[in-house]
């Protein structure tokens, strides 16, 4: 696999008086894959150690959390000599030990020469009351889903990424039958990297289903082991209305969905849970598409997406069929998974901020507002309709642009590429490519 978020962790080395790396995403998303090539590929060496399950480590954090003591500890652990200056040190599973997670507060303090990544689900969350959380002391970093570009880079589809980076859309255009089979397949398949692998080294679509039906049970299972026992069936509740959720036409998040009579102060704390540990995208509603957009967002009303398209498809019980079907599967579901496939594109560019719109009285709604003050025109808010296949209807769209008279309005289906002055029809495979280039 190739995973973009690799450069970044590169400069992140290369930036002097960098602090211990915190590797946050959900489970199963490649974290450890990610930290451990980062290790082969940009240092001499590379000490992997996990706290699940080690008594050994778990004793060595509970005492001094000496710099001195830990390395040693953590060099009779590996069996070799740690040399700051040529080593990647790794602590997976940290959340195992709450106080390997507080000892990077001292690594940073006091010994700022060693590498340090530390990787673990629901970083998030205060799973330990009373541990001390490194604030300050720390850097970030988000690992999601493949990509759609990601996952076509899997399966050896390389030409047709440098197509779409190329910009060259008469090109693209000629190519737009395989590039939409592509996209379905990832619609399916999803960006989960154990998924992934398997369709590339089976090609079977019924594997894929397997092994994405046992990922949603190992998250099923997290609920029950890490959140609080009153909050864990909630959590259940919520996690499986998703379909639902997204089945509507108006897809905003409905509390009535989850179990008839839920409010919103039953739930809202299993919400905080999901989207703190990285298995929800939550996305508000715009009253007005005003700079600066956080000001202007009603946090009563907003829309929530899964992690992963692949996993959402699975929890729909789509059936591989529809693969075979033409458009089908980009019809099915009444465009729910088109929607999620556009959030994570977006997601993947963390300095867009991502809203929806909709009128006061509920007669229009644009999909996405995009802000960001690096790509778009200085106190522009971009607006971006999304359609499941040659869906050139764009009633909402128009609504806003007439309304609040945009620089640029976006439409993604799987029309082909056309644009004027401030109007562009992208593809939706290619979507991130051409914001990209804005």
């Avoid at 049970?217 to 959140?227: G, I, L, N, P, V």
């Avoid at 026992?229 to 998703?242: Q, Y």
């Avoid at 005003?290 to 992963?308: E, G, H, S, T």
Wanted: some cysteine.
């Amino acid at each position: 696999m190739q995973r973009t978020l690799i450069q970044s962790l590169a400069a992140w080395k290369e930036r002097p008086g960098h602090k211990p790396l915190i590797l946050k995403g959900a489970r199963q998303v490649g974290k450890t894959w990610l930290a451990k090539e980062f290790g082969a590929q940009y240092y001499e060496n590379y000490v992997y150690i996990n706290f699940d399950n080690n008594p050994r480590m778990n004793a060595l954090f509970s005492g001094d959390l000496s710099i001195k003591r830990i390395i040693e500890g953590i060099e009779i652990e590996a069996g070799i000599k740690i040399d700051s200056a040529k080593t990647l040190l790794i602590f997976d599973e940290v959340q195992e030990t709450p106080r390997a997670l507080t000892s990077l507060k001292y690594f940073n303090e006091n010994a700022p020469e060693y590498d340090i990544i530390a990787a673990g689900s629901l970083l998030g969350i205060a799973l330990h009351p009373g541990t001390s959380f490194p604030v300050g002391k720390v850097e970030s970093l988000e690992l999601r889903p493949l990509s759609f570009e990601e996952f076509a880079l899997a399966l050896g589809e390389k030409r047709f990424i440098d197509l779409l980076k190329s910009g060259d859309y008469k090109l693209i255009t000629a190519f737009h039958e395989q590039l939409s089979e592509l996209l379905k397949k990832y619609y399916f398949i999803g960006g989960m990297p154990e998924a992934v692998v398997c369709f590339t080294e089976t090609g079977d679509f019924n594997a894929v289903r397997k092994i994405q039906k046992r990922i949603l049970e190992t998250y099923q299972e997290d609920f029950s082991k890490h959140a609080p026992i009153l909050i864990a069936p909630r959590i259940k509740l919520l996690w499986n209305s998703l379909p639902a959720q997204l089945a509507r036409e108006n897809r905003k998040f409905v509390y009535g969905i989850i179990k008839e009579g839920a409010r919103a102060r039953d739930y809202e704390v299993a919400l905080q849970w999901l989207e703190d540990c990285g298995l929800i995208y939550k996305v508000y509603r715009l009253s007005i598409p005003r700079l600066p957009l956080p000001a202007c967002q009603d946090f009563n009303a907003f829309k929530i997406y899964a992690v992963d398209v692949g996993l959402l498809s699975c929890m729909a019980e789509l059936n591989p069929r529809l693969l075979l079907e033409g458009n089908q599967l980009f019809k099915e579901f009444k465009g729910a998974l088109t929607e999620q496939y556009v959030l994570q594109e977006l997601k993947t560019m963390p300095d867009i901020q991502t809203y929806y719109w909709s009128a006061d009285k509920g007669t229009a709604e644009v999909d996405f507002v995009l802000g960001s003050g690096t790509r778009f025109l200085p106190g522009d808010a971009i607006p971006l309709e999304v359609k499941a296949e040659r869906n050139l209807q764009a009633k909402s769209l128009k609504s806003y642009s007439e309304q609040f008279k945009p620089e640029l309005a976006i439409r993604t289906s799987l029309s082909e590429y056309h644009e004027t002055k401030a109007f562009a029809d992208v593809p939706l495979y290619a979507i991130k490519a051409w914001i990209d280039e804005l």
